[in-house]
């Protein structure tokens, strides 16, 4: 079982930045692609970026050249750089990976406001 936790989350004037963190432990498969999802008031929760162990990443239109994902391997950490930031990015932020086809069971998520 992996159990995944995120943080780094806040309250951000529209412009301004944040970097989420998510620190992934337990058994985790060497080439496993990781992603950041959100999770907004009353909607379902959407997929935002996603990174291979590689290094090659995607983005949601909406984000990007404003989002960055990237990660450090050796420590099982995956980090999403967030510029830019507009109120429609308010939500609960997840990491996970990409399904395969199921995800790991969801951690706590880290809350995103945006809002002046």
């Known amino acids: 079982q992996v159990q995944l936790v995120e943080s780094g989350g806040g309250l951000v004037q529209p412009g301004g930045s944040l970097r989420l963190s998510c620190v992934a432990s337990?058994?985790?498969?060497?080439?496993?692609?990781m992603g950041w999802y959100r999770q907004a008031p009353g909607n379902q929760r959407e997929w935002v970026a996603t990174?291979?162990?590689?290094?090659?990443?995607n983005y949601k239109d909406s984000v990007k050249g404003r989002f960055t994902i990237s990660r450090d391997n050796a420590k099982n950490q995956v980090f999403l750089q967030m510029n830019s930031l507009k109120p429609e990015d308010t939500g609960v932020y997840y990491c996970?990976?990409?399904?395969?086809?199921?995800?790991?069971?969801w951690g706590q998520g880290t809350q995103v406001t945006v809002s002046s």
């Open positions: 996970n990976k990409v399904p395969t086809p199921d995800y790991w069971d």
């Open positions: 990174i291979t162990r590689g290094g090659i990443t």
């Open positions: 337990g058994r985790i498969p060497f080439a496993v692609s």
